[in-house]
């Protein structure tokens, strides 16, 4: 009988997030009340101007005291009471401050005229601009309140008209020491014109103790109708007392400023004497001093403020250079691409004589069943003539077998399948390199199909001796059928394909300063890799760390569009993160491998000042800052002008578009596609935010990252183009059957 070990409850572990991980969301988490801080504090502030009369009814309920009564409203007790202002008694009021330019210049006149007036204070201005609420003390005015991001507390909760009144108060405890029980609500107007709601909100903010001061007299400086306007409209009328409205704040207030300095002189002549609201109805003096404790809280929140707009006023000019430095690349690139796409396509353009010496075409293998009988047929339908050497890799799913199947089946010449023990995609390259017969190499991914053509186009650059590597065109092929993600995620990548990878690809063409020939299709001189060293396992993108190699001997490497393949494209989220993670943190690791490349000189400093600061500044540093995009395209639509937020960013989008409309025209390819880029930006564009910086955190912190095995789905069989071009003939003998030849690592 057979024996059964009896299972063993293991204690379920406690899995901790790491250390990365909590740094990162601590940061962002720090950032984002920042960024609200921030936010809150530059809301932008509208004038005070009631623009529509007060709709029929809405003054019912309000008890004739208010409506009928002055502008000062005390709703603390049960019964909320309003007073008038006496005869020739004048309190000057200024709404929407402090403001940097226009405070200083009101205080001035009020100063040489020697009267008092009463600031109600905006408290997202006052937050970032305390020393003003100091100078208005200093002048013998008062501070209140006017809430502190400048909403309609008649629309606003009990909850909002709380927050706001209390935030205030602490900037202008903080900033003074003092407190203030003087209220001013935004858009509000004259007593009579109170409406139930606006009472309600009144009523809330007395129970925390305030007292609520309209006016009676509008300047109507808002409108800037001039001086001659300001200071009719601010003369009560028939010797009556009143508060007059002005504003410090909120646009330019130079009228207002000319007209205070011909008002006052104009009233002391007729009698009026000038006083805050509070003295001339006989309530307390506003201002009072408030405990150390209280003063401690505000000036925290003052230093918040401070923190937050140094923060945002930083990120903001880096990214206007980032914004420039991007938009100067972009048009760069594509100038530079045109002229290397008109260049290549010129009537008579030549690499020098017809290329018409057999290839060897290297596929390293490992787990490629789905896709490895598609390439290898594609491989053999070549116009040009091939030896085909398959690499399998260890492979545990039968990739090896199939070939050999297809090979049996079909009786498909020059194909020989070479089985090894699993030593990575580098060890076998250079299998397939010390196995091939031919001086020209070309290098294909298992996930890729070749057009007849292909292999042809590749090869013809190796005309020109100078010549050493030769980059193919690699396109996105399909997606998993009936998957709405996947097939997004294929569109995405045809897209970053053919706007990044080809576009960039043709600009170091001319610079000739090419770090990539992509795995999926890529061409060499023998000679020119066994003098590399062959393909070296040193970085995860062993296709850059050979390109460089071969850049930095002397060869020069270029890019031939119309040698296209098809590759297979991560199907899901998950796989993209893989696949570019891998990417991301190899080309670093061969950036690092050869940056001693910028201090060279000749071929050498070409790539190391050209192709690798291009690398580090474009695809590693600036993307890292990149996201700025995104954080303040929210910011603004919270906290600025949304309207102009959208439009800047339509603007930018509207040049990726357009860029968008060159490259796939260079390409030749269809421009329906192109509809999805703005969800590309706000979508996969983020992912690739997110796997950069997992690599740059991943690569400081030394961490050895391993190969990244990503899923096939097969389905390239729709990309292949029959007949072969070797066809057998019915009469001819057999051909013969493809070499196997095993090699143990073991």
């Given at each position: 009988?057979?024996?059964?070990?009896?299972?063993?409850?293991?204690?379920?572990?406690?899995?901790l997030?790491?250390?990365a991980?909590?740094?990162?969301?601590?940061?962002l988490?720090?950032?984002?009340?920042l960024?609200?801080?921030?936010?809150?504090?530059?809301?932008?502030?509208?004038?005070?101007?009631?623009?529509?009369?007060?709709?029929?009814?809405?003054?019912?309920g309000?008890?004739?005291?208010?409506?009928?009564?002055?502008?000062?409203?005390?709703a603390?007790g049960?019964?909320?009471?309003?007073?008038?202002?006496?005869?020739?008694?004048?309190?000057?009021?200024?709404?929407?401050?402090?403001?940097?330019?226009?405070t200083?210049?009101?205080?001035?006149?009020?100063?040489?005229?020697?009267?008092?007036a009463?600031?109600?204070?905006?408290?997202?201005?006052?937050?970032?601009?305390?020393e003003?609420?100091?100078?208005?003390?200093?002048?013998?005015?008062?501070?209140?309140?006017?809430?502190?991001?400048?909403?309609?507390?008649?629309q606003?909760?009990?909850?909002?008209?709380?927050?706001?009144?209390?935030?205030?108060?602490?900037?202008?405890?903080?900033?003074?020491?003092?407190?203030?029980?003087?209220?001013?609500?935004?858009?509000?107007?004259?007593?009579?014109?109170?409406?139930?709601?606006?009472?309600?909100?009144?009523?809330?903010?007395?129970?925390?103790?305030?007292?609520?001061v309209?006016?009676?007299?509008?300047s109507?400086?808002?409108?800037?109708?001039?001086?001659?306007?300001?200071?009719?409209?601010?003369?009560?009328?028939?010797?009556?007392?009143?508060?007059?409205?002005?504003?410090?704040?909120?646009?330019?207030?130079?009228?207002?400023?000319?007209?205070?300095?011909?008002?006052?002189?104009?009233?002391?002549?007729?009698?009026?004497?000038?006083?805050?609201?509070?003295?001339?109805?006989?309530?307390?003096?506003?201002?009072?001093?408030?405990?150390?404790?209280?003063?401690?809280?505000?000036?925290?929140?003052?230093?918040?403020?401070?923190?937050?707009?140094?923060?945002?006023?930083?990120?903001?000019?880096?990214?206007?250079?980032?914004?420039?430095?991007?938009?100067?690349r972009?048009?760069?690139?594509?100038?530079?691409?045109?002229?290397?796409?008109?260049e290549?396509h010129?009537?008579?353009?030549?690499?020098?004589?017809?290329?018409?010496?057999?290839?060897?075409?290297?596929?390293?293998?490992?787990?490629?069943?789905?896709?490895?009988?598609?390439?290898?047929?594609?491989?053999?339908?070549?116009?040009?003539?091939?030896?085909?050497?398959?690499?399998?890799?260890?492979?545990?799913d039968?990739?090896?077998?199939?070939?050999?199947?297809?090979?049996?089946?079909?009786?498909?010449?020059r194909?020989?399948?070479?089985?090894?023990?699993?030593?990575?995609?580098?060890?076998?390259l250079?299998?397939?390199?010390?196995?091939?017969?031919?001086?020209?190499?070309?290098?294909?991914?298992?996930?890729?199909?070749?057009?007849?053509?292909?292999?042809?186009?590749?090869?013809q650059?190796?005309?020109?001796?100078?010549?050493?590597?030769?980059?193919?065109?690699?396109?996105?092929?399909?997606?998993?059928?009936?998957?709405?993600?996947?097939?997004?995620?294929?569109?995405?990548?045809?897209?970053?394909?053919?706007?990044?990878?080809?576009?960039?690809?043709?600009?170091?063409?001319?610079?000739?300063?090419?770090?990539?020939?992509?795995?999926?299709?890529?061409?060499?001189?023998?000679?020119?890799?066994?003098?590399a060293?062959?393909?070296?396992?040193d970085?995860?993108?062993?296709?850059?760390?050979?390109?460089?190699?071969?850049?930095?001997?002397?060869?020069?490497?270029v890019?031939?569009?119309?040698?296209?393949?098809?590759?297979?494209?991560?199907?899901?989220?998950?796989?993209?993160?893989?696949?570019r993670y891998?990417?991301?943190?190899g080309?670093?690791?061969?950036?690092?491998?050869?940056?001693?490349?910028?201090?060279?000189?000749?071929?050498?400093?070409?790539?190391?000042?050209?192709?690798?600061?291009?690398?580090?500044?474009?695809?590693?540093?600036?993307?890292?800052?990149?996201?700025?995009?995104?954080?303040?395209?929210?910011y603004?639509?919270l906290?600025?002008?949304?309207?102009?937020?959208?439009?800047?960013w339509?603007?930018?989008?509207g040049?990726?578009?357009a860029?968008?409309?060159?490259?796939?025209?260079?390409?030749?390819?269809p421009?329906?596609?192109?509809?999805?880029?703005?969800?590309?930006?706000?979508?996969?564009?983020?992912?690739?935010?997110?796997?950069?910086?997992?690599?740059?955190?991943?690569?400081?912190?030394?961490?050895?990252?391993?190969?990244?095995?990503?899923?096939?789905?097969?389905?390239?069989?729709?990309?292949?183009?029959?007949?072969?071009?070797?066809?057998?003939?019915?009469?001819?003998?057999?051909?013969p059957?493809?070499?196997l030849?095993?090699?143990?690592?073991?």
């Amino acid at each position: 009988m057979a024996r059964h070990r009896t299972a063993v409850t293991q204690p379920r572990r406690r899995v901790l997030p790491r250390p990365a991980v909590v740094f990162v969301a601590v940061a962002l988490m720090l950032f984002s009340c920042l960024l609200v801080v921030d936010g809150l504090a530059r809301s932008q502030v509208g004038v005070d101007a009631v623009a529509e009369d007060t709709a029929p009814g809405a003054t019912d309920g309000v008890p004739a005291a208010i409506t009928d009564g002055g502008p000062v409203i005390d709703a603390r007790g049960a019964t909320p009471a309003s007073a008038r202002m006496p005869a020739k008694t004048i309190s000057l009021t200024f709404d929407d401050g402090p403001d940097p330019t226009w405070t200083p210049r009101v205080l001035e006149v009020l100063r040489r005229h020697q009267v008092p007036a009463t600031f109600f204070v905006v408290g997202s201005n006052a937050a970032r601009h305390p020393e003003l609420l100091r100078d208005i003390r200093a002048a013998g005015s008062e501070v209140g309140l006017h809430t502190f991001t400048h909403p309609d507390l008649s629309q606003a909760s009990d909850l909002r008209i709380d927050r706001e009144l209390t935030e205030t108060q602490l900037v202008i405890e903080g900033a003074l020491g003092e407190s203030s029980y003087l209220l001013r609500p935004p858009y509000s107007s004259t007593a009579d014109a109170v409406t139930a709601d606006a009472l309600r909100s009144f009523t809330a903010a007395g129970r925390d103790g305030y007292v609520t001061v309209l006016s009676d007299t509008d300047s109507r400086d808002w409108e800037r109708p001039g001086v001659e306007a300001i200071v009719r409209n601010s003369v009560p009328a028939n010797g009556a007392g009143g508060i007059v409205l002005l504003h410090d704040g909120g646009g330019d207030r130079s009228q207002t400023v000319a007209a205070l300095d011909r008002l006052i002189p104009q009233l002391q002549a007729q009698g009026y004497r000038f006083v805050t609201p509070e003295v001339a109805v006989g309530l307390p003096a506003d201002n009072r001093p408030v405990s150390t404790a209280d003063q401690l809280a505000g000036s925290t929140l003052i230093g918040l403020v401070a923190v937050a707009g140094v923060v945002v006023d930083a990120l903001t000019w880096l990214l206007v250079v980032v914004g420039v430095l991007v938009v100067l690349r972009l048009v760069l690139m594509l100038v530079v691409a045109v002229r290397h796409h008109r260049e290549r396509h010129r009537p008579g353009f030549s690499w020098g004589p017809p290329v018409t010496a057999p290839v060897s075409v290297i596929v390293p293998a490992y787990n490629e069943k789905e896709n490895i009988a598609a390439t290898v047929r594609s491989l053999v339908a070549s116009e040009h003539p091939v030896e085909v050497i398959v690499v399998d890799d260890g492979s545990t799913d039968g990739t090896a077998e199939i070939v050999e199947a297809v090979v049996s089946d079909q009786r498909l010449p020059r194909v020989r399948v070479i089985r090894q023990a699993n030593g990575g995609k580098p060890a076998a390259l250079n299998t397939g390199i010390a196995a091939a017969r031919h001086e020209l190499i070309v290098m294909i991914d298992g996930d890729t199909v070749f057009e007849p053509t292909t292999v042809g186009r590749l090869v013809q650059p190796f005309a020109d001796p100078a010549v050493g590597a030769v980059a193919g065109n690699a396109k996105v092929a399909g997606q998993a059928p009936g998957k709405i993600w996947s097939g997004l995620l294929a569109r995405w990548q045809h897209i970053e394909y053919v706007m990044g990878f080809n576009v960039d690809r043709r600009v170091y063409d001319v610079l000739r300063c090419m770090p990539t020939v992509p795995g999926a299709i890529g061409a060499f001189r023998r000679r020119v890799l066994l003098a590399a060293g062959g393909v070296s396992d040193d970085t995860l993108a062993e296709d850059t760390d050979l390109t460089m190699a071969v850049c930095r001997s002397g060869w020069r490497v270029v890019y031939e569009d119309s040698a296209r393949a098809w590759t297979e494209a991560p199907a899901t989220l998950p796989q993209l993160w893989r696949q570019r993670y891998r990417w991301s943190y190899g080309t670093m690791q061969s950036m690092w491998k050869h940056r001693r490349a910028v201090l060279e000189s000749g071929a050498s400093g070409r790539l190391g000042r050209a192709g690798l600061a291009h690398l580090a500044v474009f695809q590693v540093l600036l993307p890292l800052l990149a996201p700025l995009v995104d954080i303040f395209l929210v910011y603004g639509l919270l906290f600025l002008d949304p309207v102009t937020t959208l439009v800047a960013w339509s603007t930018v989008l509207g040049l990726q578009l357009a860029a968008g409309v060159i490259a796939f025209r260079l390409e030749r390819e269809p421009l329906g596609v192109l509809w999805l880029l703005p969800l590309k930006q706000i979508v996969y564009r983020q992912l690739m935010y997110a796997v950069l910086i997992r690599s740059v955190v991943t690569a400081v912190g030394g961490i050895r990252l391993g190969w990244q095995k990503l899923r096939r789905v097969g389905g390239l069989e729709v990309h292949l183009q029959e007949p072969a071009v070797f066809p057998t003939p019915p009469d001819a003998p057999e051909a013969p059957r493809s070499r196997l030849v095993v090699l143990s690592r073991r």
